[in-house]
């Protein structure tokens, strides 16, 4: 089976801090990646994605992440963190050979100090 | 629009107490519906998914069971609860964003059991 690894379990930052939180997964074919965010009180929701193409992707809130295929890894970031990026943040694959599968890893909480 | 509705939003049981956990789609036919549990520092762990009524993959040997009696409906059962069943209940089904496969969460059943 697939695994997905996040390696930041608990992040503190100051606003305007810039942001990278680590993601590795073991999957060798094709994948698709997440990035998933819960803020406080509210829904899973999607950040980003990435299925193919310029291994660079921006998603909401000035969110981008980079597929790097020979590190198997899919890191988030974001140059300058606000006080409501305060959440949960969830890192996902879908692979080949099952696509119905969506494996998730230990989620990285994240707190920025205002 | 597609909704996804899961209940109860929280749910208190003895131990050796039935379950039954509800998760509804609309706006869609045929969906690729989810159950993953959500424990603090764990993740989200995939328990089990349904391609089809009466389709049910399970991940996890557990204490859990899912069954899909609708289309639409996804419920996750057991027959004798245990402690260990604790946590944060997710139902998702699989949608189309931007051409590519993503989850879409409901807002989650928390289950204690005492």
């Known amino acids: 089976a697939q695994s997905v690894s996040q390696h930041n379990h608990h992040v503190i930052l100051s606003e305007a801090a810039s942001l990278e939180l680590g993601c590795n997964y073991s999957y060798g074919g094709t994948v698709n990646l997440f990035w998933y965010v819960q803020y406080p009180g509210q829904h899973l929701q999607l950040l980003l994605k990435y299925f193919s193409g310029d291994p660079l992707v921006k998603g909401i809130k000035g969110f981008e992440a980079e597929f790097i295929k020979s590190k198997f890894s899919f890191n988030l970031r974001k140059p300058s963190v606000q006080w409501s990026d305060t959440a949960e943040y969830f890192c996902?694959?879908?692979?080949?050979?099952?696509?119905?599968?969506?494996?998730f890893g230990s989620g990285t909480k994240l707190n920025v100090k205002p | 629009s597609q909704t996804i509705h899961q209940w109860p939003a929280t749910l208190v049981q003895p131990v050796g107490s039935p379950l039954s956990l509800e998760c509804t789609v609309e706006?869609?036919?045929?969906?690729?519906l989810y159950w993953y549990r959500q424990a603090a520092g764990r993740g989200l762990q995939l328990l089990f998914y349904s391609v089809g009524i009466g389709q049910i993959s399970s991940e996890v040997p557990q204490n859990l069971s899912a069954s899909r009696p609708q289309d639409r409906q996804f419920i996750l059962s057991s027959k004798k609860l245990l402690l260990s069943d604790s946590g944060f209940y997710l139902c998702?089904?699989?949608?189309?964003?931007?051409?590519?496969?993503?989850?879409?969460f409901g807002a989650g059943s928390r289950l204690t059991v005492l």
């Open positions: 706006g869609t036919s045929n969906p690729n």
């Open positions: 996902a694959v879908n692979a080949g050979g099952n696509f119905n599968k969506f494996y």
């Open positions: 998702a089904w699989r949608s189309r964003v931007s051409g590519a496969n993503v989850l879409t």
